[in-house]
């Protein structure tokens, strides 16, 4: 089951230089020993730093262009990785290893001389949500934000095969229904209304499960992944209104 939840994609096309921005090439590693590749990209003047954890496909290289948008719309520092097995990323793909993955990425941003005075939001896209949630479990940001955040794989196995007993056969689980209860961590949930991928009632009802303070911004005419691009400023400003919300 693992091939039909993760598609890592090893080749990187582009970096942050060739599409003009300074970034420093990073690499960290895990605590269990594997190296994982991520990208630095800082913001003159930034007051947060944003933690991005990406989709189940392709690697940092798919996601220069929202990158650059995020950038110049927000103003904020972000680090992204790519997980084991994707990118230039060590190791071998599993859930269990994602999360190591995150952690060890949170523990690079926090050490850095120049966070002291930053405040740290995890964002996770699609399955990255499910990396996100967790990780808001265990260590608690300052803000979340989750991007067509599916409520788990078995729940996205359920939508896809309603008729078919596949539920009982994954091992893997991004369980964020479960989590997000125990997570008090001002959110921010953003969804797509014409999400072909994960539905939108996916989240809709993360974010009835989720504490408050809590947002929902439905982007609307939006697919799973033209979210920056359909949604247009009213998008940026939903991003941008949440992260000015955060208590300094």
Known sequence: MKSMIFFPEPLISGTPKSIGLPFEDVYVTTSDGVRINGWYVPAEGATVTLLWFHGNAGNLSDRVHQLRQMHDQLRVNVFMIDYREYGRSEGEVSEAGTYLDAEASLAYVRHRPDSSEVRIVYYGQSLGSGVAVELA????????????????????AKAAMPFFPVGALISTKYDSLSKIGAIHAPLL?????QDEVVPYAHGKRLFEAANEPKRFYAIAGAGHNDTYVAGGEGYFTALREFLLSLPR
């Open 189 to 193: 949930i953003l969804h797509g209304d």
């Open 137 to 156: 479990r265990r260590r608690l940001p300052d803000g979340l934000i989750l991007e067509a955040p599916l409520l788990s794989i078995r729940e996205m």
